[in-house]
């Protein structure tokens, strides 16, 4: 083979040579002119392009554009080529290169070509990278560092980093809507500052809660403006129980994610509690985008829910409340103090390099001192927590405890039932009334050849199998047991209020 003309040039080195008029020699040329540059994700079926700052999803047809501009060198490389018939040969093989059918093949080639493909788990994957405007952040330290394309970092917060700014109208609007309570301050800029990372150690989920007109959803979309790829903006259905599941596309959006909030949760609806454990114990998840494979991933991101109305908890174990963080947006500013959204954001993204370094700040003391929950928040959450214990409201109003209390386990589901719909409240299954009752400490055990019984437990208004409930006093002695008799012997107390006297009637 003749050598071209740039060859003879000394020290000089041609990529093309002996590439192959085909479409794996196209694919080969492909990859030398703009290989380091791209990557390819088969699970995600999805290219992405080196910007100078992060590999971004190619949404606009960049891969394409190259995949031509690599068929318009070939003409260069025909050019240079000094023998007349490799010359005709490459001039050719470019003409026929232009055609559509081809630049698919090099464009479909190049994404099993060397150094091409990425894998979901290799973008994005130190926790503790934070990807800004003028450099890497290194979030373990508050140092910024060039930005680099082995780092495979795929998103960007729209900030420039400069530890020494400030931000006063962030700090005012804080310090107002928290009512100068400092520690709620502090524990919202720790929170933040977890939320910068890719952690999950907290396992928390933040509601902030409030009747409206108190900063809570301006709070949440500065938070969001701030960290731009970083956050995500999901529906209310992630996070709240839904009659049927779709494709969980919703949840594989949020791949990456470090910040994701909902707001809003209409009134009565239930908290998905099955998903908050999975997006929140750090352990892999499955999704998949439509008509797309099925991938695995660890949720980076923290949930933050911002409504006037608290999702309905039906669950009472450790498992959901430990995650659960109610924070109070208790503050309702006056319409006379009011400014409308939008110049109220607009002031906040004039500081956002200042809130940045108040944020970085939050992560430094986060990592050495943690959360620090305040007592505002976990009296809240205890409060939350007590009102949604619906069996724990039915104790209260229908059963009396004590160790010399029974009551057949028949006879106490009913009444929980009734007590239910008498509430508007959906009845839990009775294995699963059983089952919580039994995580009470009250003991369930079966009287010989007769019913179960429960023990330390036992009906305010005791009845026999055929009568309806009646409410009348809390106060009812311990029910005998007789199970070769048809009806069970009860005692009924009757106060009078007006005279305080007492009886007991036996039935």
Same mark, same amino acid.
Request: aromatic fraction near 10%; hydrophobic fraction near 35%.
């Given at each position: ?9 000394? *020290?000089?080195?041609?990529? /093309? ?7 794996? *020699? ?12 791209? $990557? ?8 992405? +392009? ?20 690599? +068929?318009? $060198? ?19 093989? &470019?003409?026929?290169?232009?055609? &559509?059918?081809?630049?698919? #093949? ?25 990807? @800004? ?5 290194? %979030? ?16 960007? &917060? ?46 928390? @989920? ?5 009747? *409206? ?33 779709? +494709? ?43 008509? &797309? ?7 980076? /991101? ?15 174990? !450790? ?26 954001? !607009? ?16 992560? %430094? ?25 619906? %069996?724990?409201? /039915? ?11 029974? #009551? ?11 007590? @239910?719909? !008498?509430?508007?409240? $959906? ?81």
């Amino acid at each position: 083979m003749a050598t071209s003309r740039l060859a003879q040039q000394e *020290g000089f080195h041609n990529p /093309f040579e002996d590439l192959h008029t085909t479409d794996l *020699g196209n694919a080969r040329r492909f990859l030398i002119a703009h290989g380091p540059d791209l $990557r390819y994700c088969h699970p995600f079926q999805r290219w992405f +392009v080196w910007d100078g700052r992060r590999w971004k999803e190619d949404l606009a047809g960049e891969v394409q554009a190259r995949a031509k501009d690599t +068929v318009r $060198r070939m003409y260069l490389e025909a050019a240079s080529e000094e023998d007349d018939r490799r010359r005709k040969d490459l001039a050719k093989h &470019a003409l026929r290169s232009e055609a &559509a059918q081809k630049i698919r #093949a090099m464009v479909e080639l190049l994404k099993t070509e060397p150094g091409i493909p990425v894998l979901p788990e290799e973008l994005d994957r130190d926790p503790w990278l934070l990807n @800004c405007q003028n450099g890497t952040l290194d %979030l373990r330290t508050g140092e910024l560092r060039p930005h680099d394309p082995r780092d495979l970092l795929t998103r960007l &917060a729209p900030v420039v980093y400069d530890p020494n700014a400030t931000c006063p109208q962030w700090c005012a609007f804080l310090d107002r809507i928290m009512a100068g309570r400092v520690d709620l301050v502090t524990f919202l800029q720790r929170a933040v500052g977890y939320s910068l990372t890719g952690c999950t150690d907290e396992r928390v @989920c933040f509601i902030l809660y409030g009747t *409206g007109a108190n900063g809570k959803t301006t709070f949440l979309e500065t938070v969001a403006l701030l960290l731009g790829d970083y956050a995500a903006r999901t529906t209310t259905d992630t996070l709240l129980a839904r009659d049927r599941d779709g +494709v969980p596309n919703d949840v594989a959006r949020l791949r990456g994610a470090r910040f994701v909030y909902a707001s809003e949760a209409e009134e009565g609806r239930r908290l998905a509690e099955a998903k908050i454990k999975d997006l929140t114990g750090g352990d892999t998840i499955t999704a998949r985008f439509m008509r &797309a494979e099925w991938f695995e991933f660890k949720p980076e /991101f923290k949930l933050w829910l911002g409504t006037n109305h608290r999702p309905v908890i039906r669950g009472t174990d !450790a498992a959901i409340w430990d995650r659960i963080r109610l924070i109070p947006f208790d503050v309702r500013i006056p319409e006379g103090e009011r400014l409308p959204r939008r110049e109220l954001m !607009a002031r906040f993204e004039a500081e956002l390099s200042g809130i940045l370094a108040w944020a970085v700040r939050g992560c %430094l003391d986060w990592q050495k001192h943690g959360l620090g929950v305040p007592d505002e928040v976990r009296e809240a959450t205890g409060a939350y927590r007590a009102e949604m214990d619906v %069996l724990a409201h /039915f104790l209260e109003e229908c059963c009396t405890v004590n160790p010399l209390a029974k #009551a057949r386990a028949g006879d106490l589901y009913r009444a929980y039932v009734e007590w @239910c719909e !008498a509430n508007g409240e $959906r009845p839990l299954a009775q294995r699963n009334f059983g089952m919580r009752l039994a995580e009470r400490g009250f003991e369930r055990r079966r009287s010989t050849g007769g019913p179960f019984w429960w023990y330390g437990i036992g009906l305010v208004n005791q009845v026999n199998d055929s009568e309806p409930i009646s409410h009348i006093s809390r106060e009812s002695t311990v029910q005998e047991e007789k199970p070769e008799k048809r009806f069970t012997k009860v005692h009924f107390l009757h106060s009078d209020r007006k005279t305080g006297d007492r009886e007991v009637f036996e039935v």
